[in-house]
T-cell receptor, first 114, second 110 residues
Framework: NAGVMQNPRHLVRRRGQEARLRCSPMKGHSHVYWYRQLPEEGLKFMVYLQKENIIDESGMPKERFSAEFPKEGPSILRIQQVVRGDSAAYFC????????????FGPGTRLTVL | ELKVEQNPLFLSMQEGKNYTIYCNYSTTSDRLYWYRQDPGKSLESLFVLLSNGAVKQEGRLMASLDTKARLSTLHITAAVHDLSATYFCAAGGGADGLTFGKGTHLIIQP
């Protein structure tokens, strides 16, 4: 049973470009969380999605960031017009059923903005 | 707003010694998690603590939860070098996700 998959694992972008990060949850999981980890910090919640629905995006910056989890395919975190401060590790986690179930984390995408 | 504080943030210790990492959280939480992260890697789940007085042990690591004091501890017994990593506690986990502490960077020297 494959775990949570994320790609790419490493992503380099120049300022002003777009970054697309993908997350495929564990088989049977229909809930996805996205977190951001800055260097030497803990993870910070960004957004919580179920299939075709954004449930809570209270941790996501209001501009340039968006997330989706379509009926088919992976969840996508999109960052438009990236800036150097967006450089971080982005992790997704998936759960089965309700939001209170244990979250299983993917390997992360490390975004570097030049 | 839920806040989670860990201490110490940095810990250097010698093999064979015992030590405890503390995790305080500010509001009621149904559960408390401990994770391990190696440099450049993802988070590995260590323990999920679900109720007051819960104690779980795995090898040289033991975690406990006191919901009245809003305190969890991760105790390391007879540390070995392989336990060097960053350890995070996290609480919450509802629709607004987990709230993590800043992590404890643990270095165990031979």
């Amino acid at each position: 049973n494959a775990g949570v998959m994320q790609n790419p694992r490493h992503l380099v972008r120049r300022r002003g470009q777009e970054a697309r990060l993908r997350c495929s949850p564990m088989k049977g999981h229909s809930h996805v969380y996205w977190y951001r980890q800055l260097p030497e910090e803990g993870l910070k919640f960004m957004v919580y999605l179920q299939k075709e629905n954004i449930i809570d995006e209270s941790g996501m910056p209001k501009e340039r960031f968006s997330a989706e989890f379509p009926k088919e395919g992976p969840s996508i975190l999109r960052i438009q017009q990236v800036v150097r401060g967006d450089s971080a590790a982005y992790f997704c986690a998936s759960t089965f059923g309700t939001a209170n179930n244990e979250q299983f984390f993917g390997p992360g995408t490390r975004l570097t903005v030049l | 707003e839920l806040k989670v504080e860990q201490n110490p943030l940095f810990l250097s210790m010698q093999e064979g010694k015992n030590y405890t990492i503390y995790c305080n959280y500010s509001t009621t939480s149904d559960r408390l998690y401990w994770y391990r992260q190696d440099p450049g890697k993802s988070l590995e789940s260590l323990f999920v603590l679900l109720s007051n007085g819960a104690v779980k042990q795995e090898g040289r690591l033991m975690a406990s939860l006191d919901t009245k004091a809003r305190l969890s501890t991760l105790h390391i017994t007879a540390a070995v070098h392989d336990l060097s990593a960053t350890y995070f506690c996290a609480a919450g986990g509802g629709a607004d996700g987990l709230t993590f502490g800043k992590g404890t960077h643990l270095i165990i020297q031979p």
